[in-house]
Protein backbone atom coordinates (compact mmCIF):
# COMPACT_ATOMS: atom_id res chain seq x y z
CA UNK A 1 0.00 0.00 0.00
CA UNK A 2 1.20 3.35 -0.76
CA UNK A 3 2.17 5.57 2.13
CA UNK A 4 2.52 9.36 1.72
CA UNK A 5 3.96 12.34 3.88
CA UNK A 6 3.75 15.90 3.39
CA UNK A 7 6.66 18.24 3.94
CA UNK A 8 7.66 21.89 3.43
CA UNK A 9 4.61 24.05 5.23
CA UNK A 10 5.13 26.82 7.52
CA UNK A 11 4.37 30.84 7.81
CA UNK A 12 5.31 33.09 4.93
CA UNK A 13 3.99 36.37 4.08
CA UNK A 14 1.90 37.65 0.87
CA UNK A 15 3.91 37.49 -1.95
CA UNK A 16 6.18 34.86 -0.55
CA UNK A 17 6.76 31.50 -1.80
CA UNK A 18 6.58 27.59 -0.72
CA UNK A 19 7.84 24.82 -1.52
CA UNK A 20 5.84 21.50 -0.63
CA UNK A 21 6.80 17.84 -0.75
CA UNK A 22 4.88 14.27 -1.12
CA UNK A 23 7.61 11.72 -0.36
CA UNK A 24 5.90 8.38 -1.19
CA UNK A 25 6.94 5.02 0.01
CA UNK A 26 5.46 1.32 -0.46
CA UNK A 27 4.27 1.69 -3.99
CA UNK A 28 5.98 2.61 -7.47
CA UNK A 29 5.01 6.33 -7.98
CA UNK A 30 4.77 5.33 -11.89
CA UNK A 31 1.80 3.74 -11.75
CA UNK A 32 -0.09 6.59 -9.20
CA UNK A 33 -2.09 9.75 -10.23
CA UNK A 34 -0.87 12.33 -7.77
CA UNK A 35 -3.16 15.39 -6.35
CA UNK A 36 -2.52 18.08 -4.41
CA UNK A 37 -5.56 19.07 -2.09
CA UNK A 38 -6.31 21.83 0.49
CA UNK A 39 -8.65 22.62 2.99
CA UNK A 40 -9.16 25.88 5.07
CA UNK A 41 -11.24 25.88 7.90
CA UNK A 42 -14.89 25.72 7.37
CA UNK A 43 -14.39 25.16 3.92
CA UNK A 44 -14.72 21.56 2.28
CA UNK A 45 -11.71 20.17 0.34
CA UNK A 46 -10.73 21.42 -3.18
CA UNK A 47 -8.23 20.09 -5.56
CA UNK A 48 -5.50 22.49 -6.73
CA UNK A 49 -3.10 20.76 -8.43
CA UNK A 50 -3.24 17.18 -10.25
CA UNK A 51 -0.81 15.55 -12.02
CA UNK A 52 -1.38 12.05 -14.42
CA UNK A 53 0.48 9.00 -14.48
CA UNK A 54 -0.31 8.00 -18.03
CA UNK A 55 0.32 11.20 -19.81
CA UNK A 56 1.74 13.43 -17.29
CA UNK A 57 -0.98 16.34 -18.19
CA UNK A 58 -1.63 18.43 -15.15
CA UNK A 59 -4.94 20.26 -14.04
CA UNK A 60 -5.02 23.24 -11.87
CA UNK A 61 -7.71 25.03 -10.27
CA UNK A 62 -8.83 27.99 -11.68
CA UNK A 63 -7.33 29.83 -7.94
CA UNK A 64 -3.72 28.71 -8.31
CA UNK A 65 -3.24 28.74 -12.14
CA UNK A 66 0.19 30.31 -13.02
CA UNK A 67 1.09 30.59 -9.11
CA UNK A 68 1.71 27.15 -8.38
CA UNK A 69 3.36 24.49 -9.93
CA UNK A 70 3.27 20.69 -9.81
CA UNK A 71 5.99 18.10 -10.56
CA UNK A 72 6.90 14.70 -9.76
CA UNK A 73 10.19 12.97 -9.22
CA UNK A 74 10.35 9.07 -9.77
CA UNK A 75 14.12 8.73 -8.53
CA UNK A 76 13.27 10.30 -5.37
CA UNK A 77 9.61 8.65 -5.21
CA UNK A 78 8.64 12.78 -4.84
CA UNK A 79 5.99 14.71 -6.00
CA UNK A 80 6.55 18.67 -5.31
CA UNK A 81 4.35 21.54 -5.18
CA UNK A 82 5.78 24.90 -5.92
CA UNK A 83 3.72 27.72 -4.99
CA UNK A 84 4.61 31.41 -5.63
CA UNK A 85 2.93 34.78 -5.36
CA UNK A 86 1.37 33.37 -2.31
CA UNK A 87 -2.33 35.18 -0.84
CA UNK A 88 -3.85 34.92 2.30
CA UNK A 89 -6.48 32.95 0.64
CA UNK A 90 -4.45 30.34 0.58
CA UNK A 91 -3.77 29.30 3.84
CA UNK A 92 -5.36 25.97 4.75
CA UNK A 93 -3.83 22.22 5.08
CA UNK A 94 -2.33 20.65 2.08
CA UNK A 95 -2.58 17.16 1.35
CA UNK A 96 -0.98 15.05 -1.19
CA UNK A 97 -3.17 12.17 -2.52
CA UNK A 98 -3.17 8.94 -4.96
CA UNK A 99 -5.01 6.46 -6.83
CA UNK A 100 -3.49 3.90 -9.23
CA UNK A 101 -3.48 4.39 -12.29
CA UNK A 102 -5.36 0.65 -12.88
CA UNK A 103 -8.53 2.17 -11.45
CA UNK A 104 -8.60 4.83 -13.85
CA UNK A 105 -10.07 5.43 -17.40
CA UNK A 106 -8.81 8.66 -18.18
CA UNK A 107 -5.58 9.31 -19.18
CA UNK A 108 -6.02 12.70 -18.12
CA UNK A 109 -4.95 14.43 -14.54
CA UNK A 110 -7.95 14.09 -12.11
CA UNK A 111 -8.43 16.37 -9.45
CA UNK A 112 -11.51 15.57 -7.52
CA UNK A 113 -12.06 14.21 -4.33
CA UNK A 114 -13.53 11.61 -4.63
CA UNK A 115 -10.79 10.25 -7.30
CA UNK A 116 -8.54 9.53 -4.75
CA UNK A 117 -8.16 6.99 -1.83
CA UNK A 118 -4.65 7.70 -0.53
CA UNK A 119 -4.35 10.19 1.55
CA UNK A 120 -1.18 11.53 3.41
CA UNK A 121 -1.52 13.36 6.69
CA UNK A 122 -1.74 17.24 5.42
CA UNK A 123 0.56 20.25 6.19
CA UNK A 124 -0.36 23.32 7.41
CA UNK A 125 0.40 26.72 5.31
CA UNK A 126 -0.40 29.95 6.70
CA UNK A 127 -0.14 33.21 4.63
CA UNK A 128 -0.24 35.84 7.25
CA UNK A 129 1.92 39.47 7.28
Known amino acids: QLHLVESGGGLVRPGGSLRLSCAASGGNLAFYYIGWFRQAPGKEREGVAC????????SYSDSVKGRFTVSRDYAKSMVSLQMNSLKAEDTAVYYC??????????????????????WGQGTQVTVSS
Open 97 to 118: AAVGSWTVSTPQALCAVADYDI
Open 51 to 58: ISSADGST
